[in-house]
């Protein structure tokens, strides 16, 4: 009950009234961290390295109709491929990227992820495709207990391990609803590590996002595909634009000359200054030596992690 207009209230019942509703907002905030790093703590002790070992290689392949098609398949051998073991999987611009796990249902999946240098340090960039499987697949399942590795490399978390945020995980309309390629991203906010460090400082800084820069961009990019147990890394030029792509709605999608697998989906393409500019997003059946991804602008990538 406030008191009377015309009435005086002592100063001592001020303050105990102050005092109060300052230990209350303390315990609400005490109680809402204490659920955040509880949700945390779950997800770290589920990924146990055999669970890790378990996990299948998420792929999204187009066919001739340009209709996509998301597989959960298993680790195979790989007779040729484009890419090759990133040297130093540990230091900047790599160390950005990391390998990111993730239950679909009663499945365990794995895709590949980039840190992103944000204001908050929290932010994790991928596909779309590694956080919800579309309205065609599954029925717009959101994934759950997503935990992401940078610089993962034969079960060893050299960063530690940053599962994402419950609620704060994010995927474009255009893709959760409507299947869209040109919208095949996923971002989501990380937990900090066990020392309390955020992913971005963890791994030193992550990448900036680089938005509308022209198509014709020299890319390296990164990714964990099929049975490969260490960061991969592949460096191409652009390949040309998705015709497949153009009647839909936003930017056509376009490929680069790297020939990836399944499992390096999310995995990012850095330009010359170290920026992102690209993700490994789709291959097309029948066709090894291009991988295909969102462009990124203001409309696609921009929109997406927009205070975040």
């Given at each position: 009950m406030f008191p009377h207009p015309g009435s005086r209230t002592s100063k001592p019942a001020l303050l105990c009234a102050a005092l109060a509703l300052a230990l209350a907002l303390a315990l609400v905030a005490e109680a809402a961290e204490g659920s955040e790093t509880g949700a945390a703590g779950r997800v770290r002790r589920y990924w146990t390295p055999q669970r890790m070992q378990s996990a299948r290689p998420l792929d999204l392949?187009?066919?001739a109709d340009g209709r996509p098609r998301l597989d959960l398949g298993r680790p195979a051998a790989l007779a040729a491929a484009s890419f090759l073991d990133a040297p130093t999987p540990t230091a900047p611009p790599a160390s950005a990227n990391g390998r990111l796990f993730v239950r679909i249902g009663k499945d365990r999946g794995y895709c590949s992820a980039t840190a992103i240098d944000s204001p908050t340090r929290q932010l994790v960039l991928t596909a779309g495709h590694?956080?919800?499987a579309g309205s065609s697949h599954h029925g717009n399942l959101?994934?759950?207990d997503l935990l992401f590795v940078p610089a993962y490399s034969a079960g060893k978390a050299p960063f530690g391990a940053f599962p994402a945020r419950r609620k704060k995980i994010f995927s474009p309309p255009q893709w959760t609803?409507?299947?869209n390629p040109d919208f095949d991203l996923g971002a989501f906010l990380a937990a900090p590590d066990k020392r309390g460090i955020d992913v971005a400082d963890a791994v030193g800084g992550g990448a900036a996002i680089a938005l509308d820069l022209p198509r014709n961009q020299r890319y390296s990019s990164f990714g964990y595909p099929g049975n490969f147990k260490r960061?991969?890394?592949c460096t191409a030029g652009y390949a040309g634009d998705d015709g497949l792509t153009r009647p839909l709605p936003g930017p056509?999608?376009?490929a680069i000359g790297c020939g990836w697998a399944p499992g390096a989906s999310g995995g990012g393409w850095l330009v010359e200054d170290g920026r992102i500019a690209g993700l490994n997003s789709y291959l097309k059946i029948g066709e090894r030596s291009r991988t295909y991804g969102p462009?990124?602008?203001?409309e696609t990538v921009g929109k997406l992690v927009e205070g975040l």
């Open positions: 392949v187009v066919g590694c956080v919800n959101w994934y759950r609803h409507r299947d960061m991969q890394t056509p999608t376009l462009y990124f602008t203001r």
